[in-house]
């Protein structure tokens, strides 16, 4: 390493330790920053008690000097259905599912309280609505505010029926399947008249706040979104930083509330119409009671297709669970692509190679951090042809590095670059070097690096399990929390990023030699800039998924021991300089016929040198 880098480096070090200490909160600072967090937490309690006393059953009209309860006599009741993966609770006011808990996940917060024996509530009461919404003779009906009775129950079905008018009724029948995530959901309308409820005007109502699950919430936000899928079309989904909506032009299959890792689904019988059908997220501004406890609003009106008058029937099939590839590939309706593995080459190669990969180690019962260790050395032993491909170009670059110098120095002035070039060339050519064949392979296995960066932060399978100091592969690994937030780094030190940046720093150290620096004033160092890359990945990893930093970090090493083998024990550079040379007297005494490009290139040069001549005079 030069010195202007050592210097640099220590300049960054200085900042980062200067910083640090002067962003350092007051004791004043640190007890505002309590208060305020303790003020949003009453806040947000206030806006739960609010939104429960909506939900109250007895509503009160003052008729002159008397009121009169006019839901006395009902009592709102919570009914319960179990399978073995979740439990949904229904209530009987709006007959809406007002929560669901998955029995056997967690939130992060319970996963860190050894004691606690909690389901993760995915959805909750004072978080979630689904109502019916029409219009009947002009007037708007939202089941929310119906009164339901119990038509009947059992451990796994419930049916609930309310009277909107004389002799009209609606109907909500759920049925949960006894060993899946899976809510039959129908909706029955039954005595309406021709002409009272408009045809193609029958709309759900569906609006969540996700709340926080896992441990880090501003990553959380940054997958979170709308998915659906429109008929015979591919997935779409809506913005995943900012605000956004949509309205639907085509029949729509499914619409997904998806979070990091775990989703919530509607996949209606007959599909959604694109009559007032539409889908909006919304994010929570920094200030509302709900931004340091939710992800984001959800909110979709979708149009379904049953009749008004008459008897009208329509079946949904909704989905409680988590984002599992497996899982949601076993529904065969493509709930599988809201998982982001990336897109086109870089989605093929972790549905195709790396997932199967994964499910096969994973299925034999192998600890999650060894599984990414040995997917990363069979995936380094498959890039070893290519990297051995590298190492040789390299070598032979090194070999000629003497002659490319003196080239340089041969043609200094730019009016010579012509000449410089071709020389090059044939250099090359007759030395069987290229510059190009260094970048080829490494062209060849960034596919599969780009595809490791997004499988391995969404993988389901990495949620909450521990390696080593990692008490959590899908979040990032801490062995020191500073207890307040540096800008653009974090309130932590990830040491797998530490890691994974001190082997790329040294990998990037021992091919430094095949840099060339620049010739021309104004160009970029480019050994300066290898080297600041390694540590701008400090920054960048060190809030992501520790498995990610985990591949990284071996499969640099990796790469480090597979370089020295092949530097060592299996290419002898002095041999290789010989046959270069004994290639390249081969070439001057037998020389080939010049190529097409190589006399338009002589062509140009003739004509540049004419021009420079007739500048002169």
Not at 151 to 177: C, D, G, M, W
Not at 241 to 248: I, K, V, Y
Not at 283 to 303: C, M, Q, R, W
Not at 343 to 354: D, E, V
Request: with cysteine; glycine share 4%; net charge positive.
């Amino acid at each position: 390493m030069d010195k202007n880098f050592m210097i640099g480096l220590g300049l960054i070090g200085a900042i980062l330790v200067t910083f640090t200490y002067l962003n350092k909160p007051t004791e004043a600072e640190l007890k505002a920053q309590r208060e305020k967090e303790k003020k949003a937490q009453i806040e947000q309690q206030k806006e739960i008690k609010e939104d429960q006393k909506k939900a109250i059953d007895a509503k009160t009209i003052k008729l002159g000097s008397k009121t009169k309860n006019i839901a006395s006599t009902f009592k709102e009741e919570i009914l319960p259905l179990e399978s073995d993966k979740i439990k949904v609770e229904i209530s009987t006011k709006g007959g809406v599912v007002s929560s669901v808990y998955l029995k056997e996940y967690k939130t992060y917060h319970q996963f860190r309280n050894k004691k606690s024996k909690g389901s993760l509530n995915f959805v909750s009461k004072e978080n979630n609505t689904n109502a019916l919404v029409f219009k009947l003779n002009g007037k708007e009906i939202n089941t929310s505010d119906l009164n339901f009775e119990i038509a009947s129950k059992s451990k796994h079905a419930l049916v609930l029926e309310a009277t909107p008018a004389a002799e009209r009724t609606i109907q909500f029948v759920y049925a949960l399947n006894e060993k899946g995530y899976d809510l039959d959901y129908e909706v029955k309308l039954d005595g309406f008249k021709p002409g009272e409820i408009a045809p193609n005007s029958v709309n759900i109502h569906w609006e969540a706040n996700l709340s926080k699950t896992e441990r880090l919430l501003s990553e959380q936000r940054r997958v979170s979104t709308i998915f659906f899928k429109a008929n015979g079309e591919d997935y779409d989904y809506l913005s995943e930083t900012s605000d956004d909506d949509e309205t639907f032009e085509k029949k729509v299959d499914w619409v997904a509330f998806k979070q990091s890792y775990f989703s919530s689904i509607m996949k209606p019988e007959n599909g959604f119409n694109p009559s007032k059908s539409s889908v909006k997220i919304v994010n929570f501004k920094e200030g509302s009671p709900k931004f340091s406890t939710h992800i984001k609003k959800y909110v979709a009106d979708l149009n379904i297709p049953i009749s008004t008058t008459g008897v009208g029937t329509a079946k949904i099939n909704w989905f409680f669970g988590p984002n599992d590839y497996e899982l949601l590939k076993s529904y065969d309706s493509n709930f599988e692509d809201i998982i982001n593995y990336g897109w086109g080459l870089f989605r093929w190669i972790n549905i195709y190679a790396i997932q199967p990969m994964f499910n096969a180690f994973a299925e034999m019962g192998i600890q999650l951090g060894i599984v990414i260790l040995l997917i990363t050395l069979i995936l380094k032993l498959f890039l070893t042809p290519i990297q051995w491909k590298m190492y040789v170009s390299s070598a032979k670059m090194r070999i000629l590095k003497p002659e490319i110098d003196a080239l340089n120095e041969k043609y200094p002035n730019k009016e010579d670059a012509m000449k410089k070039q071709m020389d090059m060339m044939t250099l090359y050519r007759e030395s069987g070097a290229s510059p190009l064949a260094g970048c080829i392979p490494m062209l060849i296995q960034m596919p599969i690096l780009l595809a490791i960066f997004r499988f391995f932060p969404a993988a389901f399978e990495l949620r909450q399990k521990p390696f080593l100091w990692a008490e959590d592969l899908s979040s990032y690994d801490s062995i020191f929390d500073f207890g307040y937030f540096i800008p653009l780094y974090g309130d932590h030190i990830s040491l797998f990023t530490l890691l994974m940046s001190a082997t790329t720093l040294v990998y990037t150290y021992i091919n430094s030699g095949n840099v060339t620096t620049p010739q021309q004033p104004g160009m970029p160092n480019m050994k300066v800039i290898m080297y600041f890359f390694p540590v701008m990945m400090i920054f960048f990893f060190n809030n992501y998924s520790a498995g990610l930093s985990y591949y990284y970090f071996i499969s640099t090493l990796i790469s480090i021991v597979i370089m020295l083998a092949i530097k060592f024990f299996f290419v002898d550079e002095d041999k290789l300089k010989q046959k270069m040379a004994a290639k390249k007297m081969a070439a001057s005494q037998n020389p080939k016929k010049k190529s097409g490009f190589r006399e338009r290139l002589e062509q140009m040069q003739k004509m540049q040198q004419e021009k420079l001549k007739n500048v002169k005079k």
